[in-house]
C-alpha cells in the first residue's frame, strides 16, 4: 500500500467526531461527527517519531473549505484514480 502524500484525495473510514474539527463555516451542521466516506484532501502532513498525522481538508462541491482536521493513516482510504501497476 502506498504511503499518503500530500494533495492526495481521501475518504474516511470511520466518523470523525466533532471535538476533533476546526469548522470553517458555522452554516454546516455536523451533529457528531463527519460521516464514513466523507471526502477530503491531505493538505499538510506532520511526521515525528510516533508516525504521521495527516492534516485533511474537507470542502463542499463548490470548493469552498467547511473543516479541517488532524488524521492517522488507518482512518482514511486514499483514492486512486489509475491503476496502480504491480
Do not use: W
Not at 12 to 26: C, F, G, N, T, Y
Not at 37 to 59: M, P, R, S
Amino acid at each position: 500500500m502506498k504511503t499518503p502524500q500530500l494533495l492526495d484525495t481521501i475518504a474516511i473510514l470511520k466518523p470523525i467526531s466533532i471535538d476533533r474539527l476546526s469548522l470553517m463555516e458555522a452554516e454546516y451542521d455536523f451533529n457528531s461527527a463527519l460521516p464514513v466516506g466523507l471526502v477530503g484532501t491531505i493538505v499538510d502532513i506532520h511526521q515525528d517519531n510516533q508516525g504521521a498525522d495527516y492534516l485533511v481538508e474537507f470542502a463542499d462541491s463548490d470548493g469552498c473549505e467547511f473543516a479541517i482536521a488532524y488524521l492517522k493513516a488507518n482512518e482514511f482510504l486514499t483514492l486512486q484514480y489509475e491503476l496502480a501497476a504491480a
